[in-house]
């Protein structure tokens, strides 16, 4: 798994209503559609850094829980090739062609806000199913049909709790009981949301950040450690054996077998693991 560094402790040093809100949440997933549906030279530029995800090992920290003693990677599906993923945040569709390839899963299903990406998507892998999200929402995935959920590079770039919330409730819908899920989240101990320069201007993990004007790292939502346990309700009232996962990305921005990540705020990615049996 290249240099990177994994562990279920938190490194490092040691606040909205979700029912209403239904125009601000529409005008925010409104803009989060068009500026992930604006004019790139490829789709694979809806990611950024695309090369560096590609090296990074998100599919064996997706599909692998960290054990109790930090010793090793276990499965928490199984990986025999019959059961059904879906990527939430899917874009062009890499994590869907590197997941596929692996052969883990019988099929690897994809769901996106930019109908660019998902053009794509459809056209380079056809054995997949893609359903477009409104930007709070799973659009059409079928209910109770997935055992296993995982998204990347997605869910931080979210700046509203609102609509995370909303979409968390999504995700326990189209899962089956028992079902798996993992989530990539972004992390630092300090750092402290606000507005960072002229451009950027991130919100704070319980805040709904509605009129930002951008995403995909303008307008991010910050979890620090002081952060963690509300992270942990969020999801422990939705779902079961809730468990984090911190792999340390700071050192590999730079150089990480041999490609180059421009700098970004998080020193870890957060994998948020969870089962659904409280369906």
């Not at 040093?13 to 559609?33: C, F, H, L, T």
């Not at 690897?108 to 056809?126: C, M, Q």
């Not at 004007?213 to 620090?224: F, K, L, S, V």
């Not at 963690?228 to 999801?235: G, H, M, P, T, W």
Request: charged letters at 20%; hydrophobic letters at 35%.
């Amino acid at each position: 798994m290249s240099s990177i560094t994994v562990t279920s402790f938190a490194p490092g040093v040691q606040a909205a209503a979700v029912a209403g809100n239904d125009e601000k949440i529409a005008q925010y997933a409104a803009m989060a559609k068009q500026f992930m549906n604006k004019p790139f030279a490829h789709p694979h530029d809806v990611v950024g850094n695309f090369g560096w995800h590609e090296k990074f090992p998100y599919d064996e920290l997706l599909v692998n829980r960290i054990s109790g003693d930090d010793k090793e990677l276990v499965p928490a599906v199984p990986l025999d090739g019959t059961l059904l993923a879906v990527d939430f945040g899917c874009g062009p569709g890499r994590m869907v062609n590197r997941m596929t390839k692996k052969g883990w899963f019988k099929r690897v299903d994809g769901i996106d806000v930019s109908d660019y990406a998902l053009e794509y998507a459809r056209k380079t892998y056809p054995a997949s199913t893609f359903y477009t999200s409104g930007g709070a929402d799973v659009g059409e995935t079928p209910g109770d049909t997935y055992d296993f959920l995982y998204s990347t590079i997605a869910i931080q770039h979210i700046s509203c709790w609102s609509i995370r919330e909303r979409l968390y409730d999504h995700f326990q819908r189209i899962l089956k009981k028992d079902a798996e899920l993992c989530l990539q989240l972004a992390y630092h101990p300090t750092y402290k949301a606000g507005v960072w320069s002229p451009d950027t201007t991130h919100a704070s993990y319980r805040s709904d950040y509605f009129d930002a004007r951008g995403t995909n790292g303008h307008a991010d939502m910050i979890i620090n450690q002081g952060d963690l346990e509300a992270v942990r309700e969020d999801f422990e009232r939705r779902f079961m054996n809730v468990q984090f996962t911190f792999a340390n990305v700071a050192n590999a921005y730079q150089n990480l077998d041999g490609e180059y990540h421009a700098p970004y705020w998080a020193s870890h990615w957060l994998f948020v693991h969870a089962t659904n049996g409280k369906k």
